[in-house]
């Protein structure tokens, strides 16, 4: 058979390109690992924000806020988006890094200025000789990942797709106007080829005959805690903070937590720094009233970039019929 579409990648990116080519050819939906979403998508505690990431990338996230609230009929059986709310704490002296923030207030995404008590009252884990000043983005809301995953793969599936995995590519060959796509013996074959390998993108590339774009796969570091005594999670919103990187969001009961790390690494099955935990841990017990006693759970997500920071979307200048669609920059989820 000569499929449409070749799609490698069955991540957040190639499951939702593959539902989005579903009615305009047949498609094979092609994953390395043993299931689909197995690295970044799977790794994901993703939150919707219209003011997140830059220009072109928040573009996106407002041509789909109209997906998230009110999916297809039949596309899934629960809400995409449960409301959370963000907050972005600066310190005692520094309350004008928060200006950039406050700018991005729209009335449809608007962002309001919290005094240091009125941020400790909304976040009572937030130690107060820490806090100066917020900004408190109310629209801000937490993604099902794994369910708008799933429906990608079951609309795709439904509609004849075929999603083939623990399919390692060894080889990418163009003949007669094909692409042929071989691994471990088998051969699939199509007209024209998607690159959404993610963290794999370059390597997919170069298999291709195309120049890679030079992305970068940067690890993502995440633990998984429980909140101080009398303090309830789901009434929380999540929680940035203008001079680091880390952040704090309600997960399942829990506290997901994050140093915000962008560390450069080879695509890989990437797993948490020790060293990383345990700052970490430190910067949660001098900023918060967490008390890290024990980790329930931790682990590490590769988020990979383009130099400018932009999604690498369309077809390839220099290879017929191969389209790239990588470079999502941890924005993947929600746009």
Not at 159 to 169: H, L, T
Not at 238 to 252: G, R, T, V
């Amino acid at each position: 058979m000569i499929y449409d579409y070749l799609i490698i990648g069955a991540g957040i990116s190639g499951a939702a390109a593959a539902c989005e080519l579903r009615d305009h050819g047949t498609i094979a939906l092609i994953e390395a690992e043993s299931s689909p979403g197995y690295h970044s998508t799977g790794r994901s505690a993703a939150l919707y924000t219209r003011n997140f990431g830059g220009e072109i990338v928040r573009l996106i996230n407002h041509a789909s806020h109209g997906f998230f609230q009110n999916p297809p009929a039949g596309f899934c059986d629960t809400p995409l988006l449960s409301p959370r709310g963000l907050i972005t704490v600066a310190v005692p002296g520094e309350e004008d890094t928060l200006a950039p923030i406050k700018n991005q207030s729209t009335p449809d995404t608007a962002i309001d200025m919290l005094t240091g008590p009125q941020a400790c009252d909304m976040a009572p884990l937030l130690r107060p000789e820490f806090v100066g000043a917020a900004a408190f983005e109310a629209g801000v809301a937490d993604i099902e990942v794994a369910s708008l995953h799933q429906a990608y793969l079951r609309s795709v599936k439904k509609s004849g797709g075929n999603v083939v995995c623990s399919m390692r590519i060894d080889r990418i060959s163009r003949k007669k106007d094909r692409w042929h796509i071989c691994a471990g013996g088998r051969t699939i074959v199509g007209r024209i080829l998607v690159n959404a390998a993610g963290a794999w993108a370059d390597q997919v590339a170069v298999l291709a005959g195309a120049a890679p774009v030079g992305l970068v796969a940067k690890r993502r570091t995440a633990i998984i805690i429980d909140p101080p005594a009398q303090i309830d999670p789901s009434r929380l919103p999540a929680m940035e903070f203008a001079d680091s990187d880390s952040y704090i969001k309600p997960e399942a009961g829990k506290l997901m937590a994050s140093p915000g790390d962008e560390t450069p690494v080879e695509a890989q099955d990437v797993q948490p720094e020790d060293w990383d935990i345990a700052v970490l841990a430190d910067w949660l017990q001098r900023r918060t009233f967490i008390e890290v006693r024990r980790i329930e759970h931790s682990w590490a997500g590769l988020r990979t970039f383009a130099a400018d920071d932009a999604p690498v979307v369309g077809f390839d200048p220099g290879i017929e019929d191969f389209f790239w669609l990588a470079g999502q920059g941890g924005y993947g989820i929600q746009s």
